[in-house]
């Protein structure tokens, strides 16, 4: 869905094909050496395996899950030698993520600093279940029940990046548009759970700081959209753009720049984070 960057690579509709993860790239090319190997093009070894040459190079280049057949017949054209057979338990799809956003995600694992800035919804990191939960109901088209329930725990399991016990603990800065916190997605309920959920977060853990955009900001850095920085345990720093149904990991260091001076002038223009606390209490009280 569009909110890939924020709420946990909750990615809706797509062709079911799983992202490149790095257990399906290494497949792909121990197959593509195996075949280049024995001499066969994608076309003969597609014949030898009952597969048309567009699957093989899908799944040499990691983008297609292979099925049994394709492992048993790749088995037998490539010279039994037992390999393929026992790499393929070990291959994983990263369920719940959509592919475009699955590379920021290895990013976060590691990052030291992590900086959002958010005009759609709550950052999926901050997310309760039932936000997510109505956040991924609220863009066509509806997942199925599997599909849900997967998107929702992928969303989760990230939030596990906010523990003050990681070493080290990485530093959380988010700006968060008041507009987003007075949607009420989901309804009252939800929003107050939301609301809790902010409150505890912030208070509880020293690592996380948070700020809100104000609804009347004559001065506004982030009319471009969301920002999303990662800086790594190496000191390098990546950004991420996204869209609908796509999403851009960005490496060059001269956009990356110009996204750290947006967000520098976001921070300098959102409340601070002591009066977006007092936002945030006066916003629940008021539920």
Known sequence: ??????????????????????????????????????????????????FSKHTVASIEQGRRMPDRDFVERAEVALGNTGALRK???????????????????????????????????????????????????????????????ERIAARLARQELLAVTRKPPTAFSFIVEQAVLERWTGGERVTRQQFDRLLELIERNWNVEFQVMPLRQPSHAGMDGPIMLAETPENRWFAYSE?????????????????????????SQALTPEDSLGLLKRLRGAL
């Open 1 to 50: 869905m569009a909110y890939e960057c924020t709420d946990g690579g909750t990615g809706a509709g797509g062709s079911g094909e799983p992202g490149v993860s790095d257990s399906l790239r290494t497949f792909g090319a121990f197959v593509q050496a195996l075949r280049e190997h024995a001499g066969l093009s994608r076309e003969e070894f597609g014949d030898l395996v009952r």
């Open 87 to 149: 790499a393929a338990p070990h291959l994983t799809r990263q369920a719940g993520l959509a592919s475009w956003f699955r590379q920021w995600a290895r990013l976060e694992t590691t990052a030291i600093s992590l900086y959002t800035y958010e005009c759609r919804v709550v950052p999926g990191l901050l997310q309760t279940e039932a936000y997510a939960r109505a956040v991924s109901l609220d863009v066509p088209p509806l997942p199925d029940p599997e599909e849900l329930e």
């Open 243 to 267: 869209g609908q149904q796509n999403g851009r990991l960005i490496a060059n260091a001269k956009e990356i720049s110009l996204l750290q001076q947006r967000y520098a002038k976001l921070r």
